[in-house]
């Protein structure tokens, strides 16, 4: 089985930063992409930021120049850097990865982020 572990998340005030980590671990033999997403209460899961396993990267407009993907030292682990948050940044934020271009999907548990004064 494959899972993510998603960590990082907790209570934040407005203009702060937070540092959400994922760690991939089971039986994936290869990695094409990992992502971030993000679910509010009442609204669709969305995407926040991705990045393929050559490093280019994608952002969601809300992100951009706020937040940064990146990728860890170790296979499989990937990092979402959030500054100058804002309480519409306030959701539960999902890991993804792909294994190939046509799948699978592995999504982790995900991780609770609250900005809030």
């Known amino acids: 089985q494959v899972q993510l572990v998603e960590s990082g998340g907790g209570l934040v005030q407005p203009g702060g930063s937070l540092r959400l980590s994922c760690a991939a671990s089971g039986s994936i033999f290869s990695i094409y992409a990992m992502g971030w997403y993000r679910q509010a209460p009442g609204k669709q899961r969305e995407l926040v930021a991705s990045i393929t396993s050559t490093g280019s990267t994608n952002y969601a407009d809300p992100a951009k120049g706020r937040f940064a993907i990146s990728r860890g030292n170790t296979k499989g682990t990937v990092y979402l850097q959030m500054n100058s948050l804002k309480p519409e940044d306030t959701a539960v934020y999902y890991c993804?990865?792909?294994?190939?271009?046509?799948?699978?999907?592995?999504w982790g548990q995900g991780t609770q982020v609250t900005v809030s004064s």
């Open positions: 993804l990865a792909r294994a190939t271009v046509l799948g699978p999907e592995y």
